[in-house]
């Protein structure tokens, strides 16, 4: 029993690990030629297991305090646009690091993430921005209901007082989610570990 509690232990051990590793993904090495994102071949941006919405622009984060990455992804959308960014796995957003345009300076701004998995909607909530602060911030989603589960898709919609609600994305804290293929893996590798030390002390 205490042998079996052990290993029970060890995997126990190895999936918190999994779990509680954290990835700051920033974008680099993207075309900037593409302005507001709206221009042919209205192409999805495939970078680093995520695919983000044509509609969505890149640029250089030269000059802009705060910032992790040398570029960003930004969206001039107002009226309700919004855009997504899809995992090729689950994972679980802990904060993102965002600034809003200079325009918005001086008017409230809020940043609007709804969060999906397998598209349904499983969690959403509104982000303040400091108002006089036109760099970027990094915009916490520890304490925030429903954020803490694995979610694949996430759509970002700027919200404010001023006409066109634009915002600059920087970085995405996150922690992938090992696929039930990987879970499954881990678990043979701890019975295995066990089962060679029980034939190690039996010899």
Not at 120 to 125: D, G, H, L, R, S
Not at 129 to 142: C, H, I, K, R, V
Not at 150 to 162: E, K, Q, R
Request: hydrophobic residues 45%; contains cysteine.
């Amino acid at each position: 029993m205490n042998r079996l509690l052990k290993a029970v232990t060890l995997l126990g051990a190895l999936c918190a690990s999994a779990g509680a590793w954290a990835n700051i993904i920033t974008f680099s090495g993207l075309d900037e030629s593409r302005g507001s994102g709206w221009e042919p071949p209205f192409l999805p941006i495939i970078d680093q297991g995520l695919e983000i919405d044509p509609g969505i622009g890149v640029t250089s984060t030269a000059g802009h305090a705060g910032a992790v990455g040398p570029q960003a992804l930004y969206g001039e959308g107002s009226d309700g646009w919004g855009y997504f960014v899809r995992g090729t796995h689950p994972f679980v957003l802990n904060a993102i690091n965002v600034a809003p345009l200079i325009g918005q300076l001086g008017s409230n701004f809020d940043v609007e993430i709804t969060a999906y998995s397998h598209g349904v909607q499983v969690a959403a909530i509104d982000l303040g921005m400091d108002e006089n602060n036109s760099g970027y911030q990094w915009l916490s989603l520890a304490n925030a209901a429903g954020f803490n589960q694995p979610i694949d898709t996430l759509y970002f919609l700027g919200a404010g007082t001023s006409q066109a609600h634009g915002f600059f994305l920087d970085a995405l804290n996150i922690s992938p989610i090992p696929e039930p293929e990987t879970w499954a893996l881990m678990g043979l590798g701890a019975v295995g570990l066990f089962a060679r030390r029980r034939k190690q002390r039996a010899a």
